[in-house]
């Protein structure tokens, strides 16, 4: 078996979305990053899910999660469509699991090499779009373009606590 949950040489069968059990299959997915995302909130952890659904994270130095992400499940996910994957669903999921061996020999650099750099990778390496071009931040802004909410309370925890620490500042402000 790979580590998409199909036997190798067997037809990918694309799994249905089920936010109940965390599965978003052919999805980058977000969560927010404690202390960070409440100062600045569309910066937060970021992985690639399988035609499974089952997700893959870099979750630190030399770690490379499955179906276990770093800081909570997914509150965003970014649909993606396999077939753009030069290769189709089996390069989707084979690009997946290139980048995430890649990335269990890297140590993490918050700015530099971190999980927006590996999903950036697996996209590069399946040429997601006919393109090897993808970035941390590329993936940052068109995450931010075409995210969408898991649930009311995945924005709930996306924007209240950044709106929690913008209302103090400006209160304080207020009374200064």
């Known amino acids: 078996m790979s580590e998409s ?5 067997s037809p990918i069968i694309i799994s249905k979305m089920d936010p109940t059990r965390h599965r978003y299959p052919c999805c980058i997915v977000w969560t927010p990053l404690p202390l960070l995302t409440w100062f600045i909130p569309f910066i937060g952890h970021m992985g690639i899910a399988y035609t499974s659904g089952v997700i893959r994270d870099f979750a630190g130095p030399y770690f490379v999660s499955e179906d276990n992400m770093a800081f909570g499940w997914p509150t965003k996910y970014w649909r993606l469509d396999p077939y753009r994957a ?10 997946i ?14 700015f530099c090499d971190n999980c927006h750099s590996h999903v950036a990778m697996a996209l ?48 304080l402000i207020v009374l200064l």
């Not at 699991?97 to 918050?110: F, I």
């Not at 995945?154 to 929690?164: A, D, E, Y």
């Open 5 to 9: 949950g199909s036997p190798e040489g």
């Open 86 to 95: 030069q290769g189709g669903p089996s390069s989707f999921d084979r690009s």
């Open 97 to 110: 699991t290139l980048a995430s061996e890649e990335y269990q020999g890297r140590m993490h650099n918050l």
């Open 124 to 171: 590069n390496l399946m040429r997601y779009d006919s393109s090897d071009s993808w970035n941390m931040v590329k993936l940052c802004f068109l995450m931010i373009l075409h995210g969408k909410y898991v649930s009311f309370g995945g924005f709930l925890k996306t924007w209240l606590p950044f709106s929690l620490v913008a209302g103090a500042v400006i209160a």
